[in-house]
T-cell receptor, first 113, second 116 residues
Framework: GDSVTQMEGPVTLSEEAFLTINCTYT??????LFWYVQYPGEGLQLLLK?????DKGSNKGFEATYRKETTSFHLEKGSVQVSDSAVYFC????????????FGRGTSLIVHP | NAGVTQTPKFQVLKTGQSMTLQCAQD?????MSWYRQDPGMGLRLIHY???????DQGEVPNGYNVSRSTTEDFPLRLLSAAPSQTSVYFC???????????????FGEGSRLTVL
């Protein structure tokens, strides 16, 4: 079945550091890929998405590129801020299968001033 | 623009009590679902619905019931609460499961339930 694996956290960085959160997936066909962010005490919200191979999703300085050859969708940001502290979830959704979104377990990011 | 609305935000129950978590969306979404979030476990799907009158079980359905009588509402019922159901519950919806939908989910703000 479909699965999403993302690096375990917490990831702890200083402000203005470079961020990478790894995400790899297993799915047949051509899934859509997502990063969701959950700020403390809130629900998840979509951060960015990519619907086909080589697409780059971007939002709020975050980027992720859909790499079909490596089945990856790593999240990056060049300079993190304290306000980026949150839990980040990688997810996929695949039409033709169950189509129910599959989530990774989440990676906590803590950014210190 | 309300989006997905969950009530209540906080609830404390005693073991054996029953309650209903409410979820409503105003986006005419066909797909609605309930997740629970526990430390170290990520999100786990409880039940989902692909349209009014249609529901199905997810990964952890035991102890929970759902119904979908309207497109807008998808309540989650705990018939006899247990301490293992202490969790944060999220309702999420999506336009549909058709090919043209990328599958993006819209989440409510969550309901924190404690069972003593």
């Amino acid at each position: 079945g479909d699965s999403v694996t993302q690096m375990e956290g917490p990831v702890t960085l200083s402000e203005e550091a470079f961020l990478t959160i790894n995400c790899t997936y297993t799915a047949t066909g051509y899934p859509s890929l997502f990063w969701y962010v959950q700020y403390p005490g809130e629900g998840l919200q979509l951060l960015l998405k990519a619907t086909k191979a080589d697409d780059k999703g971007s939002n709020k300085g975050f980027e992720a590129t859909y790499r079909k050859e490596t089945t990856s969708f790593h999240l990056e940001k060049g300079s993190v801020q304290v306000s980026d502290s949150a839990v980040y979830f990688c997810a996929l959704s695949r039409w033709g299968g169950s189509y129910i979104p599959t989530f990774g377990r989440g990676t906590s990011l803590i950014v210190h001033p | 623009n309300a989006g997905v609305t969950q009530t209540p935000k906080f609830q404390v129950l005693k073991t054996g009590q029953s309650m209903t978590l409410q979820c409503a969306q105003d986006m005419n979404h066909e797909y609605m679902s309930w997740y629970r979030q526990d430390p170290g476990m990520g999100l786990r799907l409880i039940h989902y619905s692909v349209g009014a009158g249609i529901t199905d079980q997810g990964e952890v359905p035991n102890g929970y019931n759902v119904s979908r009588s309207t497109t807008e509402d998808f309540p989650l019922r705990l018939l006899s609460a247990a301490p293992s159901q202490t969790s944060v519950y999220f309702c999420a919806s999506s336009y549909s499961l058709l090919a043209e939908n990328t599958g993006e989910l819209f989440f409510g703000e969550g309901s924190r339930l404690t069972v003593l």
